[in-house]
């Protein structure tokens, strides 16, 4: 029956193993810090945010995320930051708390060079309460599941001005095996991803700016993946856009900010056969930035 529990683990994280393992959120360019740890400090103000995303809205058991994370800069060379996520797949489930440092170089006035590390702790759940297994006398049955806890790194790069960025990731540098019972030691673990990302601010008139951005993401085994955006901005107050990730979906996206609040909605429109069978994927984004000093070169969106 051990063996039961066993190859159905198996299945449902070797969906996972050999493609993109991380959940990416459709406004990921609000705040660069969520896919870069090089960007904690980046900005001119300290980010507060929560994102919430449900996906595929129709599935029982579909994906759902949500995430706390904060940053700030520290003397102009320094930056931390501080991210809680939570991720849930069906019977699988993780909960991270990582923690940020980035150096920022003074390139020349306008512009810097950030790099960044970040160390966190992660614990996978796999739950079999709700498995039907066929015999009752298994004593793997009085348990409700099984958790996995691993130690994991990511590194980042930054070039930034207050009017573009570039960046490079890698997380999971560890790529942690699961570990969940002695019987699933070394049959799936985490593998290590790299993003490449920029965007450009454009100001076209005194009241409205383009900002063009992007996002590749690649692992082994995986096609690449590309995200490509355009929001618009309104006397930087409010904003709306279009996203989309090549052969994957189409994302609608609107967002305001209001004395220092920030609020941001986007849906998600699959392009893929999910479609049948969901409505689409809901994001939100809340947030507050807390006015710092202001220095030269620091991005101010």
């Known amino acids: 029956m051990k063996n039961r529990i066993v190859l159905i683990a198996v299945l449902l994280i070797s969906i996972n193993s050999n493609a993109q393992q991380l959940t990416f959120f459709s406004q990921y360019m609000i705040d660069n810090y969520n896919i870069n740890p090089a960007a904690a400090g980046a900005y001119d103000y300290m980010p507060i945010s929560l994102q919430v995303r449900q996906q595929w809205v129709g599935f029982e058991e579909a994906p759902s995320t ?130 490449f990302s920029g965007g450009y601010r454009i100001e076209a008139n005194s009241d409205w700016d383009v900002e063009p951005a992007f996002l590749m993401k690649a692992t082994m085994n995986a096609p690449v993946q590309f995200d490509v955006s355009t929001r618009v901005h309104y006397k930087d107050m409010f904003w709306g856009g279009l996203s989309w990730r090549i052969q994957e979906s189409v994302s609608a996206m609107a967002g305001i900010i209001y004395e220092n609040f920030v609020f941001g909605y986007s849906y998600d429109f699959t392009t893929t056969d999910i479609r049948n069978y969901s409505s689409g994927t809901h994001e939100l984004f809340l947030g507050y930035r807390i006015p710092t000093k202001k220095l030269p070169g620091f991005a101010r969106y």
């Open 66 to 195: 949500q995430q706390i994370s904060t940053h700030m800069n520290i003397q102009g060379h320094h930056g931390a930051g501080l991210k809680v996520y939570n991720d849930k797949l069906g019977p699988l489930s993780r909960v991270s708390v990582q923690g940020s440092y980035a150096y920022h170089i003074e390139i020349d006035r306008d512009y810097h060079l950030s790099l960044g590390m970040s160390f966190m702790m992660n614990q996978h759940r796999l739950n079999t309460s709700n498995f039907n297994l066929v015999s009752s006398t298994d004593l793997t049955l009085n348990q409700a599941g099984y958790s996995s806890t691993n130690f994991d790194a990511d590194f980042g790069a930054y070039f930034y001005s207050d009017e573009f960025y570039v960046g490079v990731s890698a997380p999971q540098l560890f790529q942690n095996k699961y570990k969940f019972t002695d019987s699933l030691n070394s049959l799936s673990k985490q593998t290590r991803h790299y993003f």
